[in-house]
């Protein structure tokens, strides 16, 4: 299969719905992981200092 127009049709897969937790569109859901908070792998929020925004 070509990286082009023809394999832009088959992206109809949906990988994240919102978190329970955040409340962001973040939640992986074949992972089971919120990639903004991590929910579902951690009990803390997930922070990092270089992150402004936590």
Do not use: V
């Not at 992206?11 to 990639?35: D, E, L, M, P, V």
């Amino acid at each position: 299969m070509s990286k082009g127009t023809p394999s832009m049709g088959k992206k109809q897969k949906q990988t994240h719905f919102r978190c329970r937790r955040c409340g962001k569109h973040a939640y992986h859901i074949r992972k089971s992981r919120c990639a903004s908070c991590g929910y579902g792998d951690t009990a803390k929020l997930r922070n990092y200092t270089w992150a402004k925004d936590h």
